[in-house]
């Protein structure tokens, strides 16, 4: 009767066992959709799970420490995230979980403006997603990687991997495929093309919104928003920024509730409605200087400047574009950082492609010459022959080898279209060309240089004549500067010419000469001619500026102030802020 009642109470156990487990899993999956669509219910699920007294299983302790990351990153306690995600390597078996720690970590590094080690953790999820073999985990993984380098702003990059994971996932799981749809639409925007745009959104807002995935849709409605705006249907804009509003609040999402406030108070503005511009320009600035913010309280501080200004308050006007003029220069500095990081890996990941290209060369060549001397051992003649060829091939491919490099090194630096330097080269050269300058008490002037309208242009004339008219535009101002000076195209039709030893005086007259020059340029399109102006803002070192970034965005300020006031002038920074 004992070994009877043994297996009973063995029985009875082995049940309880297997209720809980099947507890936790229904937990732990209701917790992963909870996450995705109303991250703020987590809490109450990650106390449930704590509570049951279970013990997790390696792979379940895996799947709830990433979930905990998630929350913890949702509420900004970044070092609190880092923290469960190395405790989580230690239980990860599979390469997918290994994947997604690694993104999270990388996603992590990046909020904390780390971002040679947001690649590191990049590269170690691009060299285990190959080895995942279910092709919806794949997908994942691609999402991952495109979030990254849609971060990182490199949009082309991000469209690409959206794109195909898009194509893989072939609407088998709604979450990859609403977020494939998102960044696509995202990095589309990014990259200028409106139409596109503004297409993949409309389908993200109802695919996802159908799939209950709120907080995507909430992102979907941002993003219409801000296409919306650059279409200057600011009405239209402003209903999908409440929407996107409500959904954010709905989720607990701070960075982007944030966001979406500096976004309305710059749309109210520009509708003329000061008080509720004030509004949601003030709820930004009370959520502090911290940087994951910068971007928000840049605009917030620009509308409460230019408020105070219509309001005759220059006072407080002058102290919010100071403050703005601050959260640009570490914005450009932050800007800077990431682009250099991005850069220097993908240089880094090119040299270590050709390297291993070289070596199997080189091994190919020894495995044929291994395999001639076995064959033909008693032919003396020929293997030297062949060896005297194999080495002929060796040298050929280093020689090949160095001439991309020099190649590549030169498409790195200076833009394909127009010659000039890129962005970051020029500013390279014109940081160190600012330090012989400052050695010597002189002064350095900038100018920047932006097109009007010219998205006009490529839309009725194409972006081939576009490019054409940027070619005329270089030569042009290129024969206006000195061989001292430095031309840097920054983006689109925007470029910015560094002049050593130059006061603001004559700064200008160089910028009126360019101004002219664009006026009386005469590109056609077919047999149809069509006439351009261009905005220019101007500033000059001060003794306190110890770099380039507050010269460059004095001279931004002061071209955004060309602009407003209706473009086609030369705008010098000091004279309007000295009467404030």
Same mark, same amino acid.
């Given at each position: 009767?004992?070994?009877?009642? &043994?297996?009973?109470?063995?029985?009875?156990?082995?049940?309880?066992?297997?209720?809980?487990?099947?507890?936790?899993?229904?937990?732990?999956?209701?917790?992963?959709?909870?996450?995705?669509?109303?991250?703020?219910?987590?809490?109450?699920?990650?106390?449930?799970?704590?509570?049951?007294?279970?013990?997790?299983? +390696?792979?379940?302790?895996?799947?709830?420490?990433?979930?905990?990351?998630?929350?913890?990153?949702?509420? &900004?306690?970044?070092?609190? =995230?880092?923290?469960?995600?190395?405790?989580?390597?230690?239980? =990860?078996?599979? +390469?997918?979980?290994?994947?997604?720690?690694?993104?999270? #970590?990388?996603?992590? /590094?990046?909020?904390?403006?780390?971002?040679? #080690?947001?690649?590191?953790?990049?590269?170690?999820? #691009?060299?285990?997603?190959?080895?995942?073999?279910?092709?919806?985990?794949?997908?994942?993984?691609?999402?991952?990687?495109?979030?990254?380098?849609?971060?990182?702003?490199?949009?082309?990059? /991000?469209?690409?991997?959206?794109?195909?994971?898009?194509?893989?996932?072939?609407?088998?799981?709604?979450?990859?495929?609403?977020?494939?749809?998102?960044?696509?639409?995202? *990095?589309?925007?990014?990259?200028?093309?409106?139409?596109?745009?503004?297409?993949?959104?409309?389908?993200?807002?109802?695919?996802?919104?159908?799939?209950?995935?709120?907080?995507?849709? %909430?992102?979907?409605?941002?993003?219409?928003?801000?296409?919306?705006? !650059?279409?200057?249907?600011?009405?239209?804009?402003?209903?999908?920024?409440?929407?996107?509003?409500? &959904?954010?609040?709905?989720?607990?999402?701070?960075?982007?509730?944030?966001? @979406?406030?500096?976004?309305? %108070?710059?749309?109210?503005?520009?509708?003329?409605?000061?008080?509720? =511009?004030? !509004?949601?320009?003030?709820?930004?600035?009370?959520?502090?200087?911290? +940087?994951?913010?910068?971007?928000?309280?840049?605009?917030?501080?620009?509308?409460?400047?230019?408020?105070?200004?219509?309001?005759?308050?220059?006072?407080?006007?002058?102290?919010?574009?100071?403050?703005?003029?601050?959260?640009?220069?570490?914005?450009?500095?932050?800007?800077? %950082?990431?682009?250099?990081?991005?850069?220097?890996?993908?240089?880094? *990941?090119?040299?270590?492609?050709?390297?291993?290209?070289?070596?199997?060369?080189?091994?190919?060549?020894? @495995?044929?010459?291994?395999?001639?001397?076995?064959?033909?051992?008693?032919?003396?003649?020929?293997?030297?022959?062949?060896?005297?060829?194999?080495?002929?091939?060796?040298?050929?491919?280093?020689?090949?080898?160095?001439?991309?490099?020099?190649?590549?090194?030169?498409?790195?630096?200076?833009?394909?279209?127009?010659?000039?330097?890129?962005?970051?080269?020029?500013?390279?050269?014109?940081?160190?060309?600012?330090?012989?300058?400052?050695?010597?008490?002189?002064?350095?002037? /900038?100018?920047?240089?932006?097109?009007?309208?010219?998205?006009?242009?490529?839309?009725?004339?194409?972006?081939?004549?576009?490019?054409? %008219?940027?070619?005329?535009?270089?030569?042009?101002?290129?024969?206006?500067?000195?061989?001292?000076?430095?031309? @840097?195209?920054?983006?689109?039709?925007?470029?910015?010419?560094?002049?050593?030893?130059?006061?603001?005086?004559?700064?200008?007259? @160089?910028?009126?000469?360019?101004?002219?020059?664009?006026?009386?340029?005469?590109?056609?399109?077919?047999?149809?001619?069509?006439?351009?102006?261009?905005?220019?803002?101007?500033?000059?070192?001060?003794?306190?500026?110890?770099?380039?970034?507050?010269?460059?965005?004095?001279?931004?300020?002061?071209?955004?102030?060309?602009?407003?006031?209706?473009?086609?002038?030369?705008?010098?920074?000091?004279?309007?802020?000295?009467?404030?």
């Amino acid at each position: 009767m004992k070994w009877i009642h &043994g297996w009973i109470v063995f029985f009875v156990l082995s049940v309880e066992v297997l209720a809980s487990t099947e507890d936790i899993e229904r937990l732990l999956a209701e917790l992963e959709q909870v996450m995705l669509t109303q991250p703020a219910r987590g809490e109450s699920i990650i106390q449930d799970i704590k509570e049951s007294g279970v013990e997790l299983t +390696p792979a379940q302790q895996t799947r709830f420490y990433f979930q905990l990351s998630i929350q913890a990153m949702l509420d &900004g306690r970044y070092d609190d =995230a880092v923290a469960i995600l190395k405790e989580s390597l230690k239980t =990860a078996q599979s +390469p997918d979980e290994i994947v997604s720690i690694h993104y999270l #970590l990388s996603t992590v /590094a990046i909020s904390r403006k780390d971002y040679p #080690l947001s690649l590191i953790h990049i590269r170690k999820v #691009l060299s285990r997603i190959d080895e995942i073999d279910d092709v919806e985990l794949q997908v994942k993984g691609y999402n991952r990687i495109l979030n990254v380098y849609y971060q990182f702003g490199a949009y082309k990059e /991000a469209a690409e991997y959206a794109i195909l994971a898009y194509q893989l996932n072939d609407g088998r799981d709604p979450v990859n495929q609403c977020t494939s749809m998102l960044f696509i639409g995202l *990095s589309f925007f990014s990259l200028g093309e409106l139409e596109k745009a503004t297409s993949w959104l409309d389908q993200s807002i109802v695919f996802c919104g159908e799939h209950d995935l709120s907080l995507m849709v %909430a992102m979907s409605q941002k993003g219409k928003a801000e296409s919306l705006i !650059k279409q200057g249907e600011l009405k239209d804009a402003l209903v999908y920024l409440k929407r996107a509003e409500q &959904g954010y609040l709905e989720t607990g999402y701070e960075l982007e509730i944030t966001d @979406v406030n500096s976004i309305l %108070a710059e749309t109210y503005l520009a509708l003329k409605q000061p008080v509720e =511009a004030e !509004k949601y320009a003030l709820r930004v600035i009370r959520k502090g200087d911290k +940087p994951e913010y910068l971007h928000a309280l840049k605009k917030a501080s620009q509308v409460l400047a230019q408020l105070h200004y219509d309001a005759g308050n220059y006072k407080q006007a002058y102290q919010h574009q100071q403050e703005y003029i601050e959260y640009a220069e570490r914005l450009m500095t932050d800007t800077s %950082a990431k682009s250099l990081a991005y850069q220097m890996a993908k240089f880094d *990941s090119d040299e270590k492609d050709r390297h291993i290209h070289l070596l199997e060369q080189e091994r190919g060549v020894y @495995v044929e010459q291994r395999a001639t001397e076995h064959q033909k051992q008693s032919n003396l003649t020929l293997l030297l022959l062949v060896a005297a060829a194999g080495l002929m091939i060796c040298l050929i491919v280093i020689i090949l080898g160095y001439t991309q490099r020099g190649r590549y090194k030169r498409m790195a630096q200076y833009d394909s279209l127009t010659g000039v330097m890129n962005r970051s080269t020029g500013f390279t050269k014109a940081e160190n060309t600012y330090v012989s300058v400052m050695a010597r008490h002189s002064v350095m002037s /900038a100018i920047m240089v932006d097109l009007d309208a010219f998205k006009a242009v490529n839309d009725q004339h194409g972006h081939s004549t576009g490019d054409w %008219a940027l070619r005329m535009l270089v030569d042009g101002i290129k024969a206006k500067l000195r061989r001292m000076d430095i031309l @840097v195209r920054l983006s689109g039709e925007e470029f910015a010419i560094f002049l050593p030893d130059m006061p603001a005086t004559d700064a200008e007259s @160089v910028a009126e000469s360019i101004r002219l020059l664009v006026m009386e340029m005469e590109p056609r399109y077919a047999e149809e001619a069509f006439k351009l102006t261009a905005s220019l803002g101007v500033s000059v070192s001060n003794e306190g500026d110890l770099s380039l970034d507050p010269i460059l965005a004095r001279a931004d300020i002061a071209l955004h102030q060309a602009k407003e006031s209706g473009g086609n002038q030369v705008v010098v920074y000091g004279r309007h802020n000295q009467e404030v």
